[in-house]
């Protein structure tokens, strides 16, 4: 590009890779960057490329990938936009997450349009250039820094073409715009009473194999890398020495960006990429107040997650880091128990559920553990628990309110039971009634009104909320009267007033639901209002007082 066209503001780019081994915490080290650098007032955005072929996780096996998280504009992603979007307090977009499967699928759409003239497709330059195409689109509005992960380690066959497209993409930009950092593991062997840089070493040997020389190294341990470590290092990997960063263990992970600020993370990159560090002081008190909040919470609720997928807690990862947030803004230690949903009935046999002080029942989909939740929102109802409902938790709570306050023998969703003779859940219906066969599921932000005086208007303090959706069931307009004549209250509907998006129980110290996943907006140091105030009710419950006088307008 001539000189004079070049653009006032040039974006930065920095890449994360892994080696050695998968979760060691690329995201969270890649998140904790993004704050450090925001700390100093530059405009951050991240990306997660992911090198399997699904088009996206939407259709992956919880066990398998893990939660599945939702962005404002509807797009289904890597479970860590969900530490990215906390981390930077940034809203994220589908473009924040490629895999090799949607990089193909635009590669193959293009061929068959002819856009390649006839020639022939190949890995190199047109999957590569799809790939840069990708990450350069996210250097708009003015974004000073982009930070870009790539999924998997070094080495892993699948992830060959998204290292050769970075490693382009310096020459393509220009060196003084990308830094490359690789995230690897110094094991601690008990034996020998010794930190072993080998795997560091074979790692960057691999990386360096595919042509991308990393600018720094993190060094993830248990304990810290000590000075002559950091040496040997930086000596046989070809790096400075304040490049080597050591990242220790953390006792929580909104600790990281300190630790990594103390390494000079941000400093050394700060300096590469040709920032000035007196344009750009660093103010980390907000951030310091937070990790205070996080050590201050002492105060024990013990909350259950009735939940289908609890053998992988990452599932609910946004949900309990939800809880987390809440908990810190109360002063709370969360004591989270999973709690097998199809194993509910056999608890409550032995008053298994007895000993929380709250209750969540998360999303998910299919019939496996369904009468589980049922049975655990009656108890939370009958026992004045503190409960919350989340998608398919709004969806059960409203079933067991049919079944049990509206006389509706045998009301269930027809997700669950086609020939139910009371589907209160069902497919949503367009403008005429007709139910959408096709079951369009409704993913990212929308729009709801709230009843004014309701508890969930109390805790949002307002009347109109945005809230991001992934689900295809609703609760069924037909059956809204007769749920409301026993004693629901639909506390939000969309703005049409067709479909219910809140719904609690008047009188109960708080059993609310809502058919939205409020979890995906919840932030360390802005805690969402009805993990707010669920955590809130399940205190007054924890330390004995009678949970039937709680204002939940005044909670927190």
Known sequence: MDAHRRPARQTKFIFFTGGVSSSLGK??????????????????TMCKLDPYINVDPGTMNPFEHGEVFVTEDGGETDLDLGHYERFIDENLHVGSNATTGRIYSS?????RRGDYLGKTVQVIPHVTDEIKNHIRKLGVDEVDVVIVEIGGTVGDIEIVPFLEAIRQ????????NVAYVHLTLVPYLGPSGEQKTKPTQHSVTELRSRGIQPDVIVCRSDRLISDDLKSKISLQCDVPIEAVVSAVDADSIYEIPLVLHEEGLD????????????DHPIDLRRWERLVGQVDAAVRPVRIGIIGKYVDLPDAYLSVVEALRHAGFHHGARIEIEWVQAATVPDLLERDG??????????????????????AAARHARLNELPLLGLCLGLQVMVIEVARS???LDGANSREFDPT??????????????????GGTMRLGSYSAQLVPGSQVALAYATEVVSERHRHRYEVNPRYRSKLEDAGLSCSGQSPDGRLVEFIELPGHPYWIGTQAHPEFTSRPDRPHPLFRELIGAALVRAEGRDPRLIDIGAIG
Do not use: W
């Not at 993409?169 to 060196?175: E, L, M, P, S």
């Open 27 to 44: 995201g969270l080290t890649a998140s904790s960057l993004g704050r450090l650098l925001k700390s100093r007032e530059l405009k951050v």
């Open 107 to 111: 590669v193959i759409a293009k061929e």
């Open 169 to 176: 993409f310096r020459r393509d930009v220009g060196r003084e």
């Open 267 to 278: 400093r050394y990159l700060l300096r590469l990429l040709r920032f000035e560090e007196a």
């Open 353 to 374: 559920l007895r000993s929380f002080d709250g209750l969540v029942i998360p999303g998910g989909f299919g019939e496996r553990g369904v009468e589980g939740k049922i």
């Open 405 to 407: 306050l509206a006389g």
């Open 420 to 437: 139910t003779l009371h589907p209160v859940i069902d497919l949503m219906e367009d403008q005429n009634g007709v139910v959408d066969k």
